[in-house]
């Protein structure tokens, strides 16, 4: 799999979760919700993403 799919599959799982514990823990989590697709949002124009470079030394190709 490309790191591509894996950061969309990180993001995805993220995005999911943090629903689900805003739902029932506490609605604060949905700022993780919003942290995570304003990261998605800057890396479509910096080409750069934080947990890219997780992958990447984690060895993801």
Do not use: D, H
């Not at 823990?25 to 479509?44: C, D, M, R």
Request: glycine share 8%; with cysteine; aromatic share 22%.
């Amino acid at each position: 799999m490309s790191i591509e799919r894996y950061l969309r599959l990180i993001a995805g799982f993220f995005i999911m979760l943090s629903v689900v514990l805003g739902y029932l823990v506490s609605p604060y989590w949905y700022l993780f919700t919003a942290f995570v697709g304003l990261n998605l949002f800057q890396s479509a124009f910096s080409n750069w993403c934080p947990m890219m470079t997780f992958l990447r030394k984690l060895g993801v190709g």
